[in-house]
């Protein structure tokens, strides 16, 4: 376990604007992420994990069907420290774009307070790798030392599965995905901690921003999380939005539209698909996984269900490009790699290359054709943008750096 002290570390509280609409010189909120690869109980099923996740965010109607139902617990997670109540109980939650519900008591138990407020509405949700049911508060959260939303709604889980050695979610997903949630007003909103931050004056901007950097190691503080602005030296060149795709289901999450190529050969045509902080890999769309396989020359592994690829195949491997509105975002032939020096923990070869595309499981055409998920995001900063209906994207100084 990261020491939570660490991650309560934030920078000064300056809300100074600058003529930009969105880039502020020192972030409002600035929060650190933690990644941890979750290996106590030996090696993980990442791919089954990401496929798991992507039934449930393709059918937000999924229910668990009880204690029965065999769950994998979270192998690969990106945590940020928030507190809760008054005095505030620190819980280390998952950041998770994929989702808008905030709760805690997975591992730690819920601490009632004199800032307690228990609604009497019992709350829940289905991630596809676990759930919980529980019982919504109001209480305050802390974000660092002193920031506080007071009277933000949280669930309190009182049964929860698949969320092994961690406390719950902090939910920056669109705040429609909130809907169908309390069981028993099932057409109620709950405000997010993003909307919650904007409407009682605390940023100007009603947006999150993220900056990962790629990492080799199982436990390691990579990562920040912005709250109402974004932070210029994560960066480099401008940040260029696309909006949230029209196309249903990619629609209701931080949905784009975007085009694949492999090299100069497209594998996958102008389609809708999601940006998520929870999926491990990439996944793509069937037809453009075949696409990808033969071109690559990858071969499906037993031990990891991941393409692995030889030395040879990966000395012709070429850039594998992500055109998003007018910009192309390339992943280099390393970019392409699961770091080698994990491939123990996905039950792997130490010394095989793995590539991080994945098959999505369906053909392309149905509304949710890609997943741009934490190995895209750890080579680019993206940010959320709530009020503008829009993802942002930008190179960073580790787009192209050779670390796998």
Known sequence: ?????????????ALSITASPIEVVNSPITLPIARRLNVSNGTINFLQQ???????????????????????????IYLIAVGVGSP?????????TGSSNTWIGANTPYAVTKTSVNTRQPVSVSYGSGYFDGNEYTDTVTLGKGLT???QSIGVAVDSSGFSAVDGILGIGPVDLTAGTLEDEPSTKIPTVTDNLHKQGTI???LVSISFEPTTSTKVTNGELTFGGTVADKHVGPITYTPITKTNPASGYWGIDQS????????????????DTGTTFIPIATDAFDKYKSATGGTPDAATGLLQISSAHYK???NLNFHIGSETYTLTPNAQLWPRALNTALGGSSKALYLVVT???????????????YAFLERFYSVYDTAHSRVGLAKTSYTDATTN
Request: aromatic share 6%; proline share 7%; glycine share 8%.
């Open 260 to 275: 694949i190529s492999y090299g100069s050969t497209t594998i996958l045509s102008s389609t809708a698909g999601i940006v």
């Open 1 to 13: 376990m990261f020491p939570a002290a660490s991650l309560l570390t934030i920078i000064p509280l």
């Open 359 to 373: 098959n999505i499981g369906t053909p392309s055409g149905e509304g949710f054709d890609f997943v741009n998920g």
């Open 88 to 96: 505030p109980t620190t819980y280390n939650l998952i950041v998770d």
């Open 316 to 318: 012709a491997l070429k």
């Open 204 to 206: 100007h901007y009603e």
């Open 149 to 151: 939303i007071p009277h």
């Open 50 to 76: 990401d496929r798991d996740r992507i039934t449930a965010l393709k059918d937000r109607t999924l229910k668990h069907s009880g204690h029965n139902t065999p769950l994998t617990n979270v192998g690969n």
